[in-house]
């Protein structure tokens, strides 16, 4: 892997692809315990030294998501490690890591965040809701940043299967939060008066809708974009570096695609609504917006 320029003197602030290992633990959504034992194992390269830090990059970033992206689909650290070892040898996985990586990275450029249990019982309204709390971290919405410090030593990644049992067990003072603004949705309802409740249920039901919308995405993508790179000889080292470049350009389409259909029909269902709602309101009020309408 390649170091970054000497810079002297590290500044202050730093530019936004380099990090300080809390800084990088955070970003990949890890534990700094993990990222010295990735190291000690020879699954990530060492930071680069300046005076009394050690500086990270973003390849360092990257190696770490594709960590954790290979340990969620059963990878063990051992596997993980001829893994690299295989590419770093140029034994032509490096095509394939790449594609794998480019997959399972985060396909949105949100960072996540961090909130402390006193801020998220002020957040919404002061009380602590610990139905609400176990369904959020089942969710996937809050994460308990104690159970991340068994990664490494179940060797396979070690993440809680059952997250209302250890909310339960353990109560933790600080969450890690994988979409800050998913959050902020349900604090956002819940100003409004919308019992948490009834946003966990909807969430639920927009999960299974937005799954299937993504599957209908992928499969279009696998039949009209992927099929040529896919044949009876393995993937080369260009064909998968092609795939992966198409993974990046496919995600924006993705998300823009949504953006403009979900606005689209946003319009559509409110305008319905209201036009439901007119034959309700006194004769002049109705007739006035069903001339607007």
């Given at each position: ?6 810079m ?15 800084d ?8 700094v ?10 699954l990530?390269?060492?930071?680069d030294?300046?005076g ?20 969620d ?6 596997g ?17 890591l790449g ?6 990275a985060?396909?949105?450029?949100e ?5 402390t249990r006193?801020?998220?019982?002020a957040r ?7 139905e ?5 971290l089942?969710l996937?919405v809050?994460?308990r940043?104690a ?7 179940a ?8 997250a209302?049992?250890?909310?339960e ?23 409004l ?5 009834a946003?966990i249920?909807?969430l639920e039901e ?6 299937h919308?993504?599957?209908r ?29 198409a ?7 993705a998300?823009a ?22 034959k309700?309101l006194?004769s ?10």
């Amino acid at each position: 892997m390649d170091t970054m320029d000497a810079m002297g003197t590290a500044p202050r602030t730093r530019p936004r692809d380099e990090y300080l290992i809390d800084d990088l633990a955070q970003a990949a959504g890890t534990t700094v315990r993990n990222v010295r034992a990735y190291q000690d194992r020879g699954l990530l390269p060492r930071a680069d030294r300046r005076g009394r830090a050690n500086v990270y990059d973003a390849s360092h970033l990257e190696r770490l998501q594709l960590i954790a992206g290979l340990l969620d689909r059963g990878h063990t650290l051992a596997g993980i490690k001829e893994l690299l070892d295989a590419w770093e040898d140029g034994s032509g996985l490096g095509g394939v890591l790449g594609l794998v990586a480019e997959v399972t990275a985060p396909w949105s450029d949100e960072k996540p965040g961090r909130i402390t249990r006193a801020e998220l019982r002020a957040r919404f309204g002061g009380v602590e809701d610990p139905e609400a709390i176990a369904a959020a971290l089942r969710l996937g919405v809050l994460e308990r940043e104690a159970a991340a410090e068994s990664d490494v030593d179940a060797d396979h990644g070690g993440r809680a299967d059952d997250a209302e049992a250890d909310a339960e067990r353990c109560p933790v003072e600080a969450y890690r939060v994988p979409s800050p603004a998913e959050l902020e949705v349900a604090a956002q309802l819940y100003d409004l008066g919308v019992p948490l409740a009834a946003s966990i249920a909807h969430l639920e039901e927009l999960r299974r809708d937005i799954r299937h919308v993504a599957r209908r995405f992928v499969q279009f993508s696998a039949v009209e974009v992927f099929s040529r790179y896919l044949g009876p000889t393995p993937l080369s080292d260009a064909d998968a570096a092609r795939a992966a470049e198409a993974v990046h350009r496919l995600r924006p389409l993705a998300q823009a695609a949504v953006d403009a259909e979900l606005a689209r029909a946003m319009r559509s269902e409110a305008t319905l609504l209201l036009e439901a709602s007119v034959k309700f309101l006194p004769s002049a009020l109705g007739e006035a917006l069903a001339r607007e309408l």
